[in-house]
C-alpha cells in the first residue's frame, strides 16, 4: 500500500545556528546580513509535508498529485523538492505531482516549501483605522448637515469588528493550520471594512439600518446513543454568509472549507444519552435586493425614457422599460413575503437573477439614449454645412451680378464660418 498525503500540521521553515567561535562582532554584522536578505525566508515560509508510504513487502511506484491552496500564485511557491508544479484550470490551483519509486516498507517526505501569505500585515490594519478617522472627518458637515454623531457609531462598530478579526488571526499564531483557516474566514471582511471606510455614502448610512431586518436559523444536535458522546459536527452555512453578519455565534468556532469555498459552524460539546439540543442564530438579513438599488434603477430607467421621447427609439424604449418595471415590481412584492429562511434564501437568488436582467435592459436603455444623442448632433451639423453652402451659393451670385472683385463683409462670415465647422468637424 502506498499513501501520499499530506500532514496534518503545516511548517514554518527554520534556521540553523550561528557558530560559538565567531565573536561578538561578526555575529552582530552577520545577523544585520541575515535579518535584511532573508527576512522573507525566515518569517514567511511554510512547508507542506507530503508524506509517500509504502506498506508492502515489494518495490512500488506511485504517482503523487497534490493540490496547493487556490490563494498561491506560481511565484509564492519556491521549492517542490523534485516535483513538477503544474496549474489546474478547473480547480483554479495549483498543484505539484511526480512518479514516486518506494522500496519496501519505505517512507518518504516531501516538503512543498511556500510563501505564507497568511498573515494580516499590522501596516494594513493601521491603514484602515487611519481611511476610518479620515471617514468620520469627510462627513462633518456636508451640504450643511453634521453625520459626525452616526459616524462615530459607525466607526465604533468597525473598529471592534478589526480589533476582533486581528484578535482572532493572533489567537491562532503558532498554529499555521488554524491561521489559515482564520485569514480565509475572515479576509473577505477585512476587505469590506476597507471598501465601507473609504466610502462617503456608508458614512452617511442610518447605522441602524442594518440592525432592522434579521432573520434566525436553528442547528439541532442529537445523541441518539444510550451513552455518552462527543460531538463535533460540522453545519455548513449559505454562500452569502459573512461573519459579520452574525449577532451570536453562541460558543460556535466559525471556520472556513477550502474546497467548498463556505463557512461553516463546528462546536465540540459531550452530549448526554439521547440528549437533545436546539441552537437558535440571529444573522442580518443579507438576503434581499436593497431598496435604494431598486430605486436607483428605476431613476435611470425614467431619465433614459424621457431622453427618447421624440426619437425613433421610443417603442423599443417602451418595450424596455415595460421589461424593466415587471422584474423590479416581482422583486418588490416578492421580498414583502413571510418565508422561512431556506425559502427567503431561494427567492433572493432568483431575484438576484432578475435584478440583473433588469439592470442589463436599463444599461441598454441608456445606451439607445447615446446613440440618439449621436445622431441628433449629426442632423444639426448636417443642417448648419447645408445654410452654409447655400449662403455661399447666394455670394457667388451676388457677386457676379454686382461685379465686385472686392471682398464684402458677408463673404468673410460665410468663410469664417466654413473655417470654424471645418475645424469643429
Same mark, same amino acid.
Given at each position: 500500500?502506498?499513501?501520499?498525503?499530506?500532514?496534518?500540521?503545516?511548517?514554518?521553515?527554520?534556521?540553523?545556528? &550561528?557558530?560559538?567561535?565567531?565573536?561578538?562582532?561578526?555575529?552582530?554584522?552577520?545577523?544585520?546580513?541575515?535579518?535584511?536578505?532573508?527576512?522573507? %525566508?525566515?518569517?514567511?515560509? /511554510?512547508?507542506?509535508?507530503?508524506?509517500?508510504?509504502?506498506?508492502?513487502?515489494?518495490?512500488?511506484?506511485?504517482? /503523487?498529485?497534490?493540490?496547493?491552496?487556490?490563494?498561491?500564485?506560481?511565484?509564492? /511557491?519556491?521549492?517542490?523538492?523534485? !516535483?513538477?508544479?503544474?496549474?489546474?484550470?478547473?480547480?483554479?490551483?495549483?498543484?505539484?505531482?511526480?512518479?514516486?519509486?518506494?522500496?519496501?516498507?519505505?517512507?518518504?517526505?516531501?516538503?512543498?516549501?511556500?510563501?505564507?501569505?497568511?498573515?494580516?500585515?499590522?501596516?494594513?490594519?493601521?491603514?484602515?483605522?487611519?481611511?476610518?478617522?479620515?471617514?468620520?472627518?469627510?462627513?462633518?458637515?456636508?451640504?450643511?448637515?453634521?453625520?459626525?454623531? #452616526?459616524?462615530?457609531?459607525?466607526?465604533?462598530?468597525?473598529?471592534?469588528?478589526?480589533?476582533?478579526?486581528?484578535?482572532?488571526?493572533?489567537?491562532?499564531?503558532?498554529?499555521?493550520? @488554524?491561521?489559515?483557516?482564520?485569514?480565509?474566514?475572515?479576509?473577505?471582511?477585512?476587505?469590506?471594512?476597507?471598501?465601507?471606510?473609504?466610502?462617503?455614502?456608508?458614512?452617511?448610512?442610518?447605522?441602524?439600518?442594518? *440592525?432592522?431586518?434579521?432573520?434566525?436559523?436553528?442547528?439541532?444536535?442529537?445523541?441518539?446513543?444510550?451513552?455518552?458522546?462527543?460531538?463535533?459536527?460540522?453545519?455548513?452555512?449559505?454562500?452569502?454568509?459573512?461573519?459579520?453578519?452574525?449577532?451570536? !455565534?453562541?460558543?460556535? +468556532?466559525?471556520?472556513?472549507?477550502?474546497?467548498?469555498?463556505?463557512?461553516?459552524?463546528?462546536?465540540?460539546? &459531550?452530549?448526554?444519552?439521547?440528549? =437533545?439540543?436546539?441552537?437558535?442564530?440571529?444573522? #442580518?438579513?443579507?438576503?434581499?435586493?436593497?431598496?435604494?438599488?431598486?430605486?436607483?434603477?428605476?431613476?435611470?430607467?425614467?431619465?433614459?425614457?424621457?431622453?427618447?421621447?421624440?426619437?425613433?427609439?421610443?417603442?423599443?424604449?417602451?418595450?424596455?422599460?415595460? %421589461?424593466?418595471?415587471?422584474?423590479?415590481?416581482?422583486?418588490?412584492? %416578492?421580498? $414583502?413575503?413571510?418565508?422561512?429562511?431556506?425559502?427567503?434564501?431561494?427567492?433572493? @437568488?432568483?431575484? +438576484?437573477?432578475?435584478?440583473?436582467?433588469?439592470?442589463?435592459?436599463?444599461?441598454?436603455?441608456? =445606451?439607445?439614449?447615446?446613440? =440618439?444623442?449621436? +445622431?441628433?448632433?449629426?442632423?444639426?451639423?448636417?443642417?448648419?454645412? $447645408?445654410?452654409?453652402?447655400?449662403?455661399?451659393?447666394?455670394?457667388?451670385?451676388? +457677386? %457676379?451680378?454686382?461685379?465686385?472683385? *472686392?471682398?464684402?463683409?458677408?463673404?468673410?462670415?460665410?468663410?469664417?464660418?466654413?473655417?470654424?465647422?471645418?475645424?469643429?468637424?
Amino acid at each position: 500500500m502506498i499513501i501520499a498525503n499530506p500532514l496534518i500540521s503545516l511548517d514554518p521553515v527554520k534556521k540553523g545556528n &550561528v557558530p560559538r567561535f565567531i565573536n561578538a562582532f561578526v555575529v552582530f554584522l552577520f545577523l544585520l546580513v541575515f535579518i535584511l536578505c532573508r527576512v522573507e %525566508s525566515a518569517f514567511a515560509q /511554510i512547508n507542506i509535508n507530503i508524506l509517500a508510504v509504502n506498506g508492502t513487502e515489494k518495490t512500488k511506484e506511485k504517482e /503523487i498529485n497534490y493540490q496547493l491552496p487556490k490563494e498561491l500564485a506560481r511565484d509564492d /511557491i519556491y521549492e517542490t523538492n523534485g !516535483l513538477s508544479v503544474d496549474y489546474d484550470v478547473n480547480a483554479g490551483a495549483y498543484f505539484v505531482s511526480g512518479n514516486v519509486t518506494l522500496e519496501p516498507k519505505e517512507t518518504r517526505t516531501y516538503k512543498v516549501r511556500i510563501r505564507d501569505i497568511w498573515r494580516i500585515d499590522p501596516a494594513q490594519i493601521e491603514d484602515i483605522k487611519e481611511q476610518i478617522d479620515r471617514g468620520v472627518e469627510s462627513v462633518k458637515d456636508v451640504k450643511g448637515k453634521d453625520y459626525t454623531e #452616526t459616524a462615530t457609531v459607525l466607526k465604533e462598530r468597525l473598529l471592534e469588528r478589526l480589533e476582533f478579526i486581528v484578535g482572532e488571526h493572533q489567537r491562532f499564531e503558532d498554529n499555521v493550520a @488554524r491561521r489559515m483557516d482564520t485569514f480565509r474566514t475572515y479576509s473577505s471582511e477585512l476587505k469590506d471594512i476597507r471598501r465601507k471606510a473609504l466610502s462617503l455614502s456608508f458614512w452617511k448610512s442610518d447605522p441602524e439600518q442594518a *440592525r432592522e431586518n434579521v432573520v434566525k436559523f436553528f442547528i439541532n444536535v442529537e445523541n441518539t446513543l444510550d451513552k455518552e458522546k462527543t460531538t463535533d459536527e460540522k453545519h455548513y452555512l449559505p454562500k452569502e454568509v459573512k461573519p459579520e453578519h452574525f449577532i451570536d !455565534l453562541k460558543g460556535f +468556532e466559525l471556520r472556513y472549507d477550502n474546497k467548498l469555498e463556505t463557512l461553516y459552524l463546528e462546536k465540540e460539546e &459531550v452530549l448526554a444519552p439521547n440528549e =437533545a439540543k436546539r441552537y437558535e442564530f440571529t444573522l #442580518t438579513d443579507v438576503w434581499k435586493i436593497p431598496q435604494v438599488d431598486i430605486d436607483g434603477l428605476k431613476l435611470r430607467t425614467k431619465d433614459a425614457f424621457e431622453g427618447l421621447r421624440s426619437t425613433k427609439y421610443l417603442e423599443t424604449g417602451r418595450y424596455l422599460v415595460k %421589461s424593466i418595471e415587471s422584474k423590479l415590481r416581482q422583486i418588490e412584492e %416578492s421580498q $414583502q413575503l413571510d418565508l422561512n429562511i431556506y425559502e427567503h434564501i431561494s427567492l433572493f @437568488r432568483k431575484n +438576484e437573477e432578475r435584478f440583473a436582467a433588469a439592470k442589463k435592459d436599463v444599461e441598454a436603455l441608456e =445606451a439607445l439614449l447615446i446613440a =440618439a444623442k449621436e +445622431e441628433m448632433e449629426k442632423s444639426k451639423l448636417k443642417n448648419v454645412l $447645408q445654410k452654409i453652402r447655400s449662403l455661399k451659393t447666394i455670394a457667388v451670385v451676388a +457677386e %457676379s451680378i454686382f461685379k465686385s472683385p *472686392r471682398m464684402t463683409v458677408v463673404l468673410k462670415a460665410i468663410i469664417g464660418i466654413i473655417v470654424f465647422v471645418g475645424i469643429f468637424t
